[in-house]
């Protein structure tokens, strides 16, 4: 009884012990967030300072871009931001199950990100021959838009650390060993499913419909991709399995909290990347 009355007093927004009453990890947090948010600013700002003066000759932005696939990247990089916030709201009322569900989603959806982003990289390098070196837009495209990549890198990790984490044991000697590879485990699932968003992205852009799109991917050697997945989601099971009382508990909320504020800034970024570099060439 003593021990629930203790956590049903936590306040998940305010910290009594601090003079500003904002738990540190969250001072901290935004500390980062705000520098940051310059850094960004920068970057964005010297993109659209030279689109405006672009020199002779060089290459058109509508030529190269692809609005569709970076829209539907956009699209599922705001839902990871919906679960990530439900991952928060969860962990808040101490459901760790429905946390972990969520963790997963938003892993899941910043790799669907990530593949898009390396297709898109790939295909502008060979296809439309823009590189980081060969033209301004290049340059400030790929400085841009790769920094946020590895924001989201940095954030998919982060996500999945947190996820290992919600598995430890109060009283369990061997932790370590379990839950590296645990860590283990979850990175090679991370990296098939990397390979197999490049692969159905590529087949959906190269095949002439999305029929033969589909019949191609799952009739090569991404098929047996997937099988490793359905052989992962076996493993994750197996790790899922109740093994007492964990200490990831509603105590550990203001982490994911913290965690959560990265990823939204992440993707508040995105969407004014996608508008000042995508949306602005095509009004």
């Known amino acids: 009884m003593s021990a629930h009355a203790a956590t049903a007093t936590i306040d998940h927004h305010h910290d009594p012990s601090t003079s500003t009453g904002i738990p540190n990890k969250k001072l901290l947090m935004w500390a980062f967030l705000a520098s940051d948010c310059m850094f960004f600013g920068a970057l964005i700002s010297t993109h659209l300072i030279y689109r405006l003066h672009p020199p002779a000759g060089g290459l058109d932005p509508k030529v190269v871009f692809s609005p569709e696939l970076t829209s539907f990247s956009t699209f599922i990089l705001l839902m990871s931001s919906l679960m990530m916030a439900l991952a928060v709201t969860a962990i808040q009322k101490g459901n760790v199950k429905s946390c972990r569900w969520s963790l997963l989603t938003t892993i899941f959806f910043g790799m669907i990100f990530l593949g898009c982003q390396v297709y898109e990289f790939n295909h502008f390098v060979h296809e439309k021959h823009m590189t980081i070196s060969n033209s301004l837009l290049g340059t400030t495209f790929y400085t841009l838009t790769g920094t946020h990549g590895t924001h989201v890198a940095i954030g998919v990790l982060w996500l999945s650390l947190m996820y290992v984490r919600s598995y430890k044991v109060a009283e369990e000697k061997s932790w370590f060993s379990h839950q590296l590879l645990h860590a283990v485990t979850l990175i090679v699932a991370l990296l098939a499913t990397l390979k197999v968003v490049l692969g159905l992205v590529h087949a959906l852009q190269t095949e002439a419909t999305a029929g ?49 504020l990265y990823w939204h800034f992440v993707d508040i970024v995105w969407i004014v990347i996608f508008t000042a570099v995508y949306l602005l060439e095509y009004l």
């Not at 992962?232 to 197996?238: R, S």
């Open 212 to 260: 033969d799109a589909v019949g191609h991917f799952f009739g090569g050697e991404w098929f047996f991709l997937a099988v490793a997945l359905a052989a992962y989601g076996a493993l994750a099971f197996h790790f899922a399995r109740p093994r007492g009382a964990v200490q990831f508990t509603e105590v550990n909320a203001i982490d994911v909290e913290s965690m959560g």
